[in-house]
């Protein structure tokens, strides 16, 4: 059998006789870049979030940029964020010339620690006016700790934004109620690249906000800055979506909640039938149909490399996300982090690894894998 980590051809075959009319929709239309699909995308997704704003941008990364630009990162204003997380999470912030400052992780969740946060703003009482925002990820589908989180960067008024690329639909018990993701800081920061819940054929990115003046900055910054068009009063980029994407998520975006109950299915049954006393299944912080399992990531303490080894000679797609910290990565030597700085993140890059999750695997899919991660351990 072959069990590839996502198979977006058996997503396609579901809705492709959607999907095509509406490519051909907008290729006749010959409105190609923003336009009325996605101004109805952006209508949509802030709907879908529960915030008042949604802004279509051209990447997740851009989404990124994009809001801490609109926030006014200047040089050596400081950012934290988390080592553990795609590279844009922090990537963004050394592109503005602004300081990646990082805080670990808890080692259940892979989310931000808000103890470990706390601590920092402590024990460097004398930099917190330099940090002008502070990014939490939510990690492979599954909120951050946000009331605990928002309560430090409201007492310091320090803006956040939620990088929640990973993670559209998910929700969090506030004790304002349930919240989904990214309609809690300033700014959410959305991904729509292909492997995402919510994938286009192509990049893509949102950034959603409650702020109306923000909003207003980042349309205008999407498009260099102008505003009336040709009339610059800010310096901007090149950050806009294209209608041929905002048209395929459109129809995906109906599908979306479905998908994550398949997710979430397939995630329990991993849950209830892979018992290899090794391995640790991903945990669940608050409830299963909070989590949306971008990715369903398991822990091996020890054989990581053989395991991998063992699951490509039979034919069983998995990924490690991510093998290196970001305080380990080369291009952020200048920052002087130290292997040990952050054991929790360093950890997870050491033992996590991603198995097949998407809607459309089917039982006999799974029971191969855990047959084979069960045989491995034997």
């Known amino acids: 059998m072959k069990v590839p980590l996502l198979d977006l051809k058996a997503q396609l075959d579901t809705i492709r006789d959607e999907v095509k009319p509406a490519v ?6 010959t409105k190609y870049i923003m336009g009325p699909r996605v101004a109805e995308l952006e ?21 990124l940029l994009i809001s801490l630009m609109a926030l006014n990162i200047q040089p050596d204003n400081l950012v934290i964020t988390t080592p553990y997380s795609f590279f844009a999470t922090a990537g963004v912030i050394a592109r503005l010339r602004a300081v990646p400052v990082f805080v670990d992780i808890d080692p259940d ?31 492979y589908g599954q909120c951050a700790d946000m009331d605990s989180i928002l309560k430090i960067t409201n007492e ?12 559209i639909g998910s929700r969090y018990p ?13 700014l959410g920061c959305f991904s729509f690249f292909p492997s995402k819940n919510l994938g286009g054929i192509g990049d893509g990115g949102m950034v959603v906000t409650n702020d109306e003046k923000l909003s207003q900055i980042l349309i205008n910054l999407r498009n260099h800055g102008s505003h009336p068009k040709y009339y610059h ?14 048209a395929v998520l459109l129809i995906k975006l109906k599908y979306l909640d479905d998908w994550h109950n398949s997710r979430q299915k397939n995630a329990k049954y991993y849950d209830e039938n892979l018992n290899v006393e090794v391995i640790k299944n991903p945990f669940i912080a608050y409830k299963r149909e909070y989590h949306i399992y971008n990715q369903y990531v398991i822990s091996v303490p020890e054989k990581r ?12 797609g998995h990924e490690v996300y991510y093998p290196v910290p970001f305080h380990e990565q080369e291009c952020f030597r200048y920052l002087g982090y130290r292997e040990g700085d952050f054991p929790n993140s360093e950890q997870a890059a050491q033992r996590t690894i991603a198995l097949p999750i998407y809607p459309e695997l089917t039982t006999e899919m799974q029971d191969y894998v855990i047959e084979k991660i069960e045989e491995f351990y034997r």
């Not at 310091?156 to 993670?167: F, G, K, N, R």
């Not at 063992?310 to 069983?316: A, G, P, Q, T």
């Open 24 to 29: 051909d929709e907008v290729i006749e239309s």
């Open 43 to 63: 209508e949509k997704i802030a709907d879908y979030c529960g915030t008042s704003f949604g802004i279509g941008v051209s990447s997740g990364t851009d989404a």
């Open 109 to 139: 969740t892979y989310n931000m620690d808000p103890v470990k946060l706390k601590k920092w703003v402590r024990e460097n009482k004398d930099k917190v006016d330099k940090v002008r925002a502070i990014i939490p990820v939510h990690l």
């Open 156 to 167: 310091y008024s320090i803006p956040l934004v939620e990088d929640a690329a990973q993670a």
């Open 174 to 186: 506030s004790f304002k109620g349930i919240k989904k993701a990214g309609s809690m800081g300033v």
């Open 233 to 246: 009063s800010m310096i901007g980029g090149n950050f806009r979506l294209d209608s041929v994407q905002a």
């Open 305 to 316: 490399a053989e395991l991998r080894t063992f699951l490509k000679e039979n034919n069983i």
